[in-house]
Every structure is written in C-alpha cells, then in structure tokens.
C-alpha cells in the first residue's frame, strides 16, 4: 500500500488481557516509530526501530510493553495484561532515512484505537 | 527537557478572518520545528516544517528563537481549514518527535 498500515483499526480488550497491535510501514523506510495518544492529548512517543534494532524504548510506560521488527519492517506493539489507563489510539509512523537525519518526513498511520473495559 | 506547549485547546474564527495557533517550545539545543494537521477522520500529517520555509495552503510559520515560539498563521482562515493542528518538535540526534496537545480549528461560515 501506498501508506502507513495498522490492524486491528478497533480493539476492545478486557483487563488483564494481552493485546498485539500490527504496523506496517512504507516499504523500504528505515525507520519507525510507536506513539500513544490519549484522548485530548498529542501523540507520546513510545519506541523507535531503525531496521530490525530497537534504538530507543525510553517511552514504553511499563514492562508490560514490548515492541519488535524482527526483519526490520513489519512491527508489533504488545500489552500485556492490559488495564484501564491502556486505552488509547496506539499510532505507528515511519521514516525512509534513519536516525538523526533531519529534514526527515514522517508518515503516521491511522492508528489503532484500543479500549480496555 | 524537550515540551511543546499548545495554549489553546479550541480556537474559533469566522470565514476571511486571520488565523494565529499558537506554540511554544522548551529544547536547549537548535530543534527542529513541525505543524501536523489532522482532518477529520484522516490521518496526522505533515502540514509545514520550519526549516523549509515556505507556505503550505497559505500557512506560514516563523521559527523564534528569542521567544522560543514557532506559531502558525494564515492572512484568510477558509472552513477547510476545520481540523485539529498539532506543534512538534525533533532534536538534533534523532527524529523523534515531541507534540504539544493540540489545538482544534474550527472556521465557521
């Protein structure tokens, strides 16, 4: 596809439930990233993948995040035993140069909006 | 630390009328500053870049160093320009990107 590509678009999880949500970046981007919005709130950044090496995690909110692009393009975000204060858009966005390449586009996904009940 | 401060959640302006968002930014080095725009139902994107300089749908944003503020304008506000506008910044070692919480446009007729 021409964009930034993620599923489910839509996910209702009980709590306590683990979750994998699924990105699939522009192909032949080098880089790409996982945000957190909550609702009224900008993006928050999560994690960054340069290839299939997780370069930065500083934003994972807790342990039971974990995010990985084995093969350097396709990425999975998992939760684990999601609670509550989960629920939120989760959005992917990637890159062609790597990092600290300026003047660098990024394109966002459409986002995977999880509700955690 | 890097912050991004957006401080209008709302901003309403009638048809022809100038538009100002604003934002202000916290970054000790030389950042690089961004608008994204999010029509409704659409995806962010990538409205303008400070270091590019140019206007983009009329928009115009000035990067100021001294008041460490980049906000965006536009001389004629039209309905399409109905969205919500987040501010961001990236450093100087990565492209991360740090967002401000967003301002919702609203243009009415």
């Known amino acids: 596809g021409a964009g930034v590509s993620q599923s489910p678009r839509y996910k209702v999880a009980k709590r306590g439930q683990d979750v994998a949500l699924r990105c699939d970046p522009i192909?032949?981007?080098?880089?790409l990233f996982w945000y957190q919005q909550a609702l009224g709130q900008g993006p928050e950044f999560l994690t960054y993948?340069?290839?299939?090496?997780?370069?930065?995690k500083s934003g994972l909110p807790s342990d039971r995040f974990f995010a990985e692009r084995p093969e350097g393009s396709v990425s999975t975000l998992k939760i684990q035993r999601t609670q509550q204060e989960d629920s939120a858009v989760y959005l992917c966005?990637?890159?062609?140069?790597?990092?600290?390449?300026?003047?660098?586009?990024?394109?966002f996904g459409e986002g995977s909006w999880l509700t955690v009940v | 630390a890097q912050r991004v401060t957006q401080p209008e959640k709302l901003l309403s302006v009638f048809k022809g009328a100038p538009v100002e968002l604003k934002c202000n930014y916290s970054?000790?080095?030389?950042?690089?500053l961004f608008w994204y725009v999010q029509y409704s139902r659409q995806r962010l994107q990538l409205l303008l870049r400070h270091i590019s300089r140019e206007s983009i749908k009329g928009f115009t944003a000035d990067l100021n160093k001294g008041e460490t503020s980049f906000h965006l304008k536009k001389p004629f506000a039209q309905e399409e320009d109905s969205a919500m506008y987040y501010c961001a910044l990236s450093g100087e070692y990565g492209n991360k990107l740090v967002f401000g919480a967003g301002t919702i446009l609203r243009v009415k007729s």
């Open positions: 966005a990637s890159s062609l140069a790597g990092q600290g390449a300026r003047g660098n586009t990024i394109y």
């Open positions: 970054y000790s080095g030389s950042p690089e």
């Open positions: 192909s032949g981007h080098v880089s």
């Open positions: 993948f340069q290839n299939e090496a997780q370069l930065d």
